[in-house]
């Protein structure tokens, strides 16, 4: 069974920009759920979605939103990119809602200058 | 609020030396979770403990979930420099709005 696969691994942008990432869970996962990583913060929530609806959300601006699709992949957004932006982007399937085992895929290196 | 508080942040130790992490909280989980993530890639799940005392051994890695539900410890026997990276624990909280609650991490080197 194929992993999650996060797309593009790496990214540069400046700031202002906006920024799509996906993710592709194992198949048979419904769950998806969506974190940001830096070293002095660990890793921070941003959303999960279920079924295509989101069920729980982190506490992040509005300038980072997601959505699930049909098929359970899913892609974030993060509009008006700060420099504080950059970090590791962390996406992770599991069978039902967050609270069990969770798959994590490779991550999106985002850099913002 | 840092709910789950891991400590050591980071240890530095000779391959061959025995370990243990610790994974501290003053909330109660109805599970708990351990990944290892090396360098450059997403956290592995190693363990979930999920009753409270439980002991759950992965060959030379022991996980032992506190009798009270709030706290985890991991012991690592005989370190290897592929037990490398960085060791989080995460809470599953109870209710509805259940959420993984995540540590900061104790970052491990294994030396040769």
């Known amino acids: 069974k194929a992993g999650v696969t996060q797309t593009p691994r790496y990214l540069i942008k400046t700031r202002g920009q906006q920024v799509t990432l996906s993710c592709s869970p194992i198949?048979?996962?419904?769950?998806v759920s969506w974190y940001q990583q830096t070293p002095g913060q660990g890793l921070q929530f941003l959303f999960e979605?279920?079924?295509?609806?989101?069920?729980n959300k982190g506490n992040f601006p509005g300038r980072f939103s997601g959505r699930q699709f049909s098929n359970s992949r899913s892609e974030m957004n993060v509009s008006t990119l700060e420099l504080g932006d950059s970090a590791l982007y962390l996406c992770?399937?599991?069978?039902?809602?967050?609270?069990?085992?969770?798959?994590f895929g490779p991550g999106t290196r985002l850099t913002v200058l | 609020t840092q709910l789950l508080e891991q400590s050591p942040q980071f240890l530095s130790i000779q391959e061959g030396e025995n370990l243990t992490v610790y994974c501290n909280s003053s909330s109660v989980f109805s599970s708990l979770q351990w990944y290892r993530q090396e360098p450059g890639e997403g956290p592995v799940l190693l363990v979930t403990?999920?009753?409270g005392g439980e002991v759950k051994k992965l060959k030379r890695l022991t996980f032992q979930f506190g009798d009270a539900r709030k706290d985890s410890s991991l012991h690592i026997t005989a370190a290897q420099t592929g037990d490398t990276g960085l060791y989080l624990c995460?809470?599953?909280?109870?209710?509805?709005?259940?959420?993984?609650?995540w540590g900061l991490g104790t970052s491990l080197a294994v030396n040769p």
């Open positions: 995460a809470g599953a909280q109870a209710g509805n709005n259940r959420k993984l609650i």
């Open positions: 992770a399937s599991s069978l039902a809602p967050a609270r069990n085992e969770q798959f």
């Open positions: 979605y279920f079924s295509e609806t989101q069920r």
């Open positions: 403990v999920v009753t």
């Open positions: 198949s048979g996962h419904r769950s």
